[in-house]
């Protein structure tokens, strides 16, 4: 069964193997079906039994007692209407910014990012490589009128976003193609070599519709990437006469959160 929404999948009868020692473990598919209810219903909301379970293609009897075990558990409630069509609650929140606070890339990242705002005046994100999926992890906001909207957990995709294309200039061909949903999407490894060389990568529209992005590859101590830092803007002000110094300051950037500072 294929599912939309590829977080860890977990299996009562399969067998994964789990960190240095290779404990091998069951796995409980009732949590798997959960958290794929928790994202559906993140990426739909609100939304209601039917639907969900042909989205998930769940069966509507497993997909009733899911929904009211996470709704017992309070990690979903009903958004008013008869039938229930189900959102989620507040809890999520309170799990995602313990997430948020709790991490110390997005702490450094901050005054960074409101730096780069300033010397732009353009919209200014974090993004993370997972699950093949750029998350966004902060968000500094333009201050023009009209600016880039990001928010907290918006979801990117890592072949033609300019935070991906950045990651994947400094992975191997095997590595990207594994982290990748759209592999025929991937650009050339010449193309991911240039990136790589002048040390910014450039995307427009894969962000928001109408947007330019610029984007530097945060890098670990051994020189793998951990991130990216990005400037969006609409792209009747991200122009190209603007790449080469954004990208200077994307790198200048990228450097500051890197694993030698």
């Not at 490589?129 to 968000?139: F, Q, S, T, Y």
Request: proline share 4%; aromatic share 4%; glycine share 8%.
């Amino acid at each position: 069964m294929h599912h939309k929404y590829p977080y860890v999948i977990l299996c009562i009868n399969s067998v994964s193997t789990i960190g240095v020692s290779q404990i091998s473990v069951k796995t409980i598919s009732g949590l798997t079906r959960g958290l794929h209810v928790i994202e559906a219903i993140a990426a739909h909301q609100p939304i209601g039994l039917t639907a969900l379970a042909r989205l998930l293609d769940i069966d509507k009897s497993a997909m009733q007692r899911t929904l009211a075990t996470l709704h017992e558990a309070q990690w979903i409630r009903p958004a008013g209407d008869a039938p229930p069509r189900w959102e989620l609650s507040t809890r999520c929140v309170v799990v995602a910014g313990q997430v948020y606070n709790g991490s110390s890339l997005t702490a450094r990242a901050q005054p960074v990012m409101t730096e780069l705002r300033n010397a732009t005046g353009e919209s200014v994100h974090l993004a993370v490589a997972e699950n093949k999926h750029m998350i966004v992890l902060g968000v500094v906001d333009g201050n023009q009128m009209v600016r880039t909207a990001l928010k907290v957990g918006q979801v990117h995709a890592p072949e033609t976003s300019a935070s991906g294309r950045v990651i994947h200039a400094y992975l191997t061909q095997q590595e990207r193609e594994n982290g990748s949903s759209e592999p025929h999407l991937l650009l050339s490894p010449e193309e991911y070599q240039e990136i790589r060389s002048r040390g910014w990568s450039v995307s427009a529209g894969a962000v928001q519709q109408g947007s330019t992005s610029l984007a530097a590859a945060i890098l670990d101590v051994s020189g793998s990437p951990i991130g990216a830092v990005v400037i969006s803007g609409p792209e009747t002000r991200v122009t190209e006469d603007h790449f080469a110094h954004y990208g200077e300051l994307l790198r200048t950037a990228a450097d500051q959160l890197g694993g030698t500072h």
